[in-house]
């Protein structure tokens, strides 16, 4: 990485960008850097695992964005002084929120093109909400205890991180460039030596995180090999329009797969790195075995077999999607509306993506498909006769197909604005696919759920009066 031209040169052989190769070789630094500690470091003296995990972050952080690494440098001590001065309060955590946003807002505009950016900004975003929870754990560590859920119970701080650890979490070699989220508790816990079965020796968990690494390395593989036909470029060509709309649907199905996929391979990755260093000790099993999944950032299994694009949600970028349920829906419960205080989640993850409108109108689907989902869910719930027909054979199977099928294309069309950014481009792709989307979700509360709603309705069978106060009530 410190040869432009040899960069410059490898990168042009595996078919990415000097910027892209970068990375992920910093990613995969994460092992040998995890066989260091284990090696020198584990079980020494709590400052000096600070001191190492703060030099080579800042390291690998300098070899991909040079000087500019020194942007999350001052985040990181300005935050840390907010906490100092205000000790955890509610102006602690709302300079912490804001500065850190808006610095980060800044960063974007002037750093940003029309295309999908490796710069400053990506370590940057990671590491913004790692300094807003931890000022939002310290606050909740100065509460009285019983107001806190069982969740803020286990993150809270009710005393100061020092300087050192402070430091060494939101520079920790193995997840500040790109992820995961873990609290400050976890990283005190590791670094205690907590999450070893052995007293002073690292924990046993090398294959684990081997396994983790063969997987990530297998997603990036198929990344790189469907990515030459089926990309961005393709979907925005004329063979593609001309095909038959069944070709259509299931290659933008593969698309909108693979483009996730590139994802997908870097979060196996970085975790397999995690488990490696020994911080995602998660427990034990009910066979006594210790679990490492405990940054675990996308459930492979489910985000397979999705049938309902909730799987999608619970399965894709996890330790994200709990850090806003965490620090930002949960906090907005006082709004007495689940629809609002989700659509304010999604609108702030939409801003903490960037200014891009792709990413404003990928959030908005994703509340409208949920929206669908949950009407249709309810409708179910209310006629029980009918659900009951969805799962009766054979009608269960042909459910199940019928599922697999809506969520795979329909997650390629999800993708298409978060993947193409700039409206030109995504207005195009979805033409490309008739509009579909806009056809289904966004027509369903003004058609489709009326219409179903009667039907269900009248074929329902006669219900008491009992029954009918009861649905009522509900």
């Known amino acids: 990485m410190e040869n432009p031209s040899l960069l410059g040169m490898l990168s042009k052989q595996v078919g990415v960008s000097p910027a892209a190769l970068s990375l992920l070789l910093s990613i995969f630094a994460g092992y040998p850097l995890s066989i260091i500690h284990r090696k020198f470091f584990y079980g020494k003296p709590a400052h000096i695992q600070h001191l190492y995990f703060i030099v080579t972050g800042l390291g690998i952080g300098y070899l991909n964005y040079g000087t500019e690494i020194l942007h999350a440098v001052f985040a990181v001590v300005f935050s840390y002084l907010t906490m100092v001065v205000f000790r955890g309060n509610e102006i602690c955590v709302a300079i912490t929120f804001f500065f850190n946003m808006i610095y980060l807002l ?4 002037y750093s940003s093109t029309l295309n ?7 370590p940057q975003c990671v590491l913004v909400l790692r300094l807003i929870g931890t000022a939002f754990d310290y606050y909740d560590g100065n509460q009285p205890e019983g107001e806190l859920s069982a969740t803020s119970k286990k993150l809270a701080l009710t005393k100061r991180p020092s300087f050192g650890e402070y430091c060494g979490l939101m520079f920790f070699p193995g997840s500040f460039l790109v992820g995961p989220q873990f609290p400050m508790r976890r990283y005190q816990d590791f670094v205690a030596g907590k999450f070893s079965s052995t007293e002073g020796k690292p924990p046993n968990c090398i294959d684990p995180a081997l396994k983790r690494l063969g997987l990530g390395v297998m997603y990036l593989a198929i990344f790189q090999v469907v990515g030459i036909f089926v990309n ?3 979907i925005l060509s004329e063979s593609f329009v001309e095909m038959s709309f069944i070709k259509r649907y299931f290659l933008i199905g593969v698309w909108g797969r693979i483009a996730l996929y590139k994802y997908i391979s870097c979060w196996l990755i970085t975790e397999g790195a995690c488990i490696m260093f020994g911080v995602t000790h998660n427990g034990k099993d009910e066979a006594g075995n210790i679990k490492w999944d ?14 309902e694009f909730n799987h999608y949600i619970q399965s894709f970028n996890i330790n994200t999607n709990h ?6 829906y949960k906090r907005l419960k006082f709004l007495g ?3 609002l205080s ?12 960037g200014f891009h409108s792709g990413y404003y109108t990928c959030f908005i689907f994703e509340f409208m498909v949920m929206y669908m989902e949950k009407d249709w869910q309810g409708i179910l719930k209310k006629n029980p006769h009918v659900a009951a027909i969805f799962q009766k054979k054979p009608m269960d199977t042909l459910s199940y197909i019928a599922l697999r099928i809506y969520t795979f294309g329909f997650m390629g069309w999800c993708m298409i604005p978060f993947a193409l950014l700039t409206f030109s481009k995504y207005w195009q792709a979805y033409g490309a696919v008739n509009y579909m989307g806009i056809v289904l979700f966004l027509m369903w509360p003004i058609v489709y759920s009326p219409i179903i709603k009667i039907i269900a309705k009248a074929t329902r ?10 649905e009522h009530a509900e």
């Open 323 to 328: 850090w806003v349920a965490q620090y930002v």
């Open 232 to 234: 961005d470029d393709f």
């Open 116 to 122: 999908y950016d490796i710069n400053w900004t990506m």
């Open 337 to 339: 509306n689940r629809h």
């Open 294 to 307: 405990g940054l675990a950032n996308v459930d492979i299994v489910r985000f397979e077999t999705a049938t």
């Open 106 to 109: 800044i960063g974007y505009y």
């Open 461 to 470: 069978p006669k219900e008491t009066t009992s029954q009918v106060a009861r």
């Open 342 to 353: 989700q659509g304010s989640a999604l609108l702030f993850l939409a801003i903490w993506h």
